[in-house]
């Protein structure tokens, strides 16, 4: 019953900056673990980022690292990717996706971690 919804995505000149929400409905994100996962024309969905239930740990691909922060707001049931310093390579289609499994450390960057998923939100980088 959990349902994700992205938002926040769009047009961007390199070096600018975007922040794109996951809303979620149906259930509380409280036991949960969050990632953001992009897929590029052509390519494979990859991990870009995520959070623990509790909030007390983060992950991020390293061609991210140091540019994306994830955070969670648990009063808006949202999770948040801000997004720094966009270069063209980080255009893609974002999707967010709950783990009620988890999310290892050493595994949060594969998609069969998560069990539900939002459709998309587009992110263009271009000049």
């Known amino acids: 019953q959990l349902q994700l919804v992205e938002s926040g995505g769009g047009l961007v000149q390199p070096g600018g900056s975007l922040r794109l929400s996951c809303a979620a409905s149906?259930?509380?994100?409280?036991?949960?673990?969050i990632g953001w996962f992009r897929q590029a024309p052509g390519k494979e969905r990859e991990g870009v980022s995520c959070i623990t239930s509790s909030g007390e740990s983060t992950n991020y691909a390293d061609s991210v690292k140091g540019r994306f922060t994830i955070s969670r707001d648990s009063a808006e049931n949202t999770v948040y990717l801000q997004m720094n310093s966009l270069k063209p390579e980080d255009t893609a289609l974002y999707y967010c996706?709950?783990?009620?499994?988890?999310?290892?450390?050493?595994?949060?960057?594969?998609?069969?971690?998560?069990?539900?998923w939002g459709r998309g939100t587009q992110v263009t980088v271009s000049s």
């Open positions: 149906g259930r509380t994100l409280e036991h949960y673990a």
């Open positions: 996706a709950a783990s009620d499994g988890g999310a290892s450390d050493g595994g949060w960057y594969r998609p069969n971690q998560y069990n539900y």
